[in-house]
Structures are given as structure tokens and as C-alpha cells.
């Protein structure tokens, strides 16, 4: 009896190791599927399918980013009640001084410096708005000292002022890595044993980025004799760095774009289990129940019902304006979409 008993515990053992290698090895292979086929098309066609992207996947990832904060947010706020406050200020107050930069911008006279402190001092808020979020953070985490983010944050506003449009630049740029840094943590949580090999592929991610710098560093630049590839090519940055072929500057951009796009629409709701329960029971991103202030007593099942049917509203908006007139609809959507890149910083410091 007992040996039988032991059998089946190594049998099931066995199968259970058996699960969880082809598991990491499909997972592996979408990985680097997803990358080299990024790789290839950036390089291939940026302009267009730069556009193409937008198109299909700004709006619903977005709502797959909100559908993954109203899952984190906690119940009560408890000791975390001055960081959540900071945060939904922070994300309040920052947005709606981004989106008057371009009612700024058109309607005012200001010489290009006065433009630059403008700029600088958004970009100093931001700085600020980081530092005491880091810092409370830390707080709330006993046995770490965070105090070093307030120093820090106020280092780099030096920098920023000495190059503000610079510095706005490098958050393009580095606001899609942020996305894999969320895939890192939640793999961290579910499912640890991936993470060797998640980190094996984030080094294929870089030489697949330096290829691509390799290769279109001599490029000449692309056509911008149209407003929307004008648009296309300045969002990249082509303007603040002449020296740089525009062909390099869009494909890396819409790289690592189509990377953060597709850790919010594939890695996160199709492979990774979107919650903190046991792993015997697992909820997906995409249930209702996975929202904690959804299903629970005490929560609000009609509003976050209706906030999220909202955002699915505000998805197909954004396909009917891309088709009516894509120039102008994708000058709102980022502007706008500035909600969404500030809201990372709570939900991911939260996670550490």
C-alpha cells in the first residue's frame, strides 16, 4: 500500500515537471517568435506599419492595462493609503497639465526657450511625482530604506534641465520597456520557475535591438512629405537628433512598441495567470471575477462593470476616428494616452 502510495506521488511528481517544461518551452517559443517577428517588421516597413499598429492595437491594449489595474487594486488601502493618494493625484494632476502643453503650444507666442521651461518643469513634476512615490514605497515596506529616491529625483531634474526635449524623448523610448518589467514581476509572483528562462529571452530582445541599430544605422532617412509621416518620424525623434537616419529612430521605436503592445494583449492575459490565488484555481485576466472590487461584498460590481463596458466604448471610438481622420486622432490619442504611462508607476512600484 505504501509503496503504491509512493508511486503515484512520483508519477505525479514527474507529471507535474513534465507540465511545467512544456509550459516554459511554449512560452519560451512565443517569446522569441514575437520578437524576431517584431525585429523583421520594424526594419521591413516602419512607416506603415507603424500605423497599422496604432490602429489596431493602442485602443485595446489600454483597456487591457485598465482591465490589469482594477485587478490590482486592493479592497482597502490600509497602510498603502498615502501612496495611493499620491499616485491617483499624481496621475490626475500630471495629466491634465500634459494635455494643455499643446494648447500651449498653439496658442501662445513663446520663444523656444520659454517652450524648453515649459517643458522642463512638466518633466520636473514627473521627476518629483516618482521620487515621493519610491520613497513612500519604501515606507510601507519596513525593512527597506527608500529615502535615496528623493535625492535621485532631484539629481536628474538637473539633467533635465539641460536638455528637456531630450529628456521627454528617453521617456518615449523608455516607457514600453516598463511592460516587460510588469511581465518580470507577475512571473515573479506566478509562476518563479520562468523566470531564468524569461531573462534568457530579454537578452535575445537586446541583440535583436542592436541588430537593428547595426543595420539601419546608415539608412538614409525616411520620406516625411506627408503630414502623418512627418508626425510619425518627430515622435520618434528625428527632429532633436538630425545626426540619427530616421529609419533607425522609427524602427527602434515601433520595436519596442509592438514589444509592449504585445506583452498587454498576449503575455499577460493568454499565458501568465493574472492573480495572487492559489495556482489549483487560477483566474485569467479576461474574468470578471479576477477584478477584486468586482465580486467582493463590499465592492462596486455595477461601476467597475460599467467603467470597463466605457472603455471598451472608448476602443471602438478610437477605430471609427483612426478611419475618419488617423493624423488627428492619433495626435489626441498621445496626448491623452499620457494617463496610461503615469498610471505604471503605482501599480509597478506596488508590485516591488
Not at 108 to 136: F, P, Q, R
Not at 283 to 290: A, E, F, G, M, P
Not at 295 to 309: D, I, S, T, Y
Amino acid at each position: 500500500m505504501e509503496r503504491s502510495l509512493n508511486i503515484n506521488v512520483q508519477s505525479w511528481h514527474l507529471g507535474h515537471r513534465a507540465r511545467s517544461r512544456n509550459g516554459v518551452n511554449r512560452f519560451a517559443a512565443s517569446v522569441i517568435a514575437c520578437a524576431c517577428l517584431s525585429a523583421v517588421l520594424a526594419s521591413w516597413l516602419p512607416l506603415q506599419l507603424s500605423i497599422v499598429t496604432v490602429f489596431l492595437f493602442a485602443g485595446p491594449h489600454n483597456w487591457f492595462e485598465f482591465r490589469y489595474f482594477l485587478m490590482r487594486l486592493p479592497m482597502s488601502f490600509g497602510r498603502s493609503r498615502n501612496f495611493f493618494i499620491a499616485g491617483f493625484g499624481g496621475i490626475g494632476l500630471l495629466t491634465a497639465g500634459y494635455v494643455t502643453l499643446p494648447l500651449l503650444y498653439n496658442f501662445t507666442l513663446w520663444s523656444s526657450d520659454a517652450w524648453s521651461m515649459v517643458l522642463a518643469s512638466w518633466n520636473t513634476l514627473l521627476l518629483l511625482w516618482l521620487g515621493l512615490l519610491i520613497w513612500l514605497r519604501g515606507k510601507n515596506k519596513r525593512r527597506h530604506d527608500w529615502s535615496w529616491a528623493i535625492p535621485t529625483a532631484l539629481g536628474l531634474c538637473t539633467f533635465n534641465w539641460l536638455a528637456p526635449e531630450l529628456f521627454s524623448l528617453a521617456i518615449v523610448y523608455l516607457h514600453p520597456l516598463v511592460a516587460l518589467w510588469f511581465l518580470d514581476r507577475h512571473l515573479r509572483r506566478t509562476r518563479p520557475e520562468w523566470l531564468h528562462t524569461y531573462h534568457q529571452c530579454l537578452l535575445l530582445v537586446a541583440v535583436l535591438l542592436a541588430g537593428i541599430v547595426l543595420r539601419l544605422m546608415q539608412t538614409p532617412a525616411l520620406p516625411d512629405d506627408n503630414g502623418l509621416f512627418w508626425r510619425i518620424t518627430q515622435h520618434s525623434g528625428a527632429q532633436l537628433l538630425p545626426g540619427v537616419s530616421s529609419h533607425l529612430l522609427v524602427s527602434v521605436h515601433l520595436f519596442l512598441e509592438m514589444l509592449h503592445y504585445g506583452v498587454w494583449l498576449i503575455a499577460l492575459p493568454l499565458i501568465v495567470p493574472a492573480t495572487i490565488r492559489a495556482k489549483q484555481n487560477p483566474i485569467r485576466i479576461w474574468d470578471i471575477k479576477s477584478v477584486g472590487i468586482a465580486h467582493h461584498p463590499r465592492g462596486f460590481p455595477e461601476l467597475v462593470g460599467a467603467a470597463l463596458l466605457f472603455g471598451a466604448f472608448v476602443v471602438a471610438a478610437l477605430w471609427f476616428g483612426f478611419s475618419i481622420d488617423y493624423s488627428t486622432t492619433r495626435d489626441i490619442y498621445f496626448t491623452v494616452a499620457i494617463a496610461h504611462v503615469l498610471a505604471e508607476a503605482p501599480f509597478l512600484l506596488k508590485m516591488l
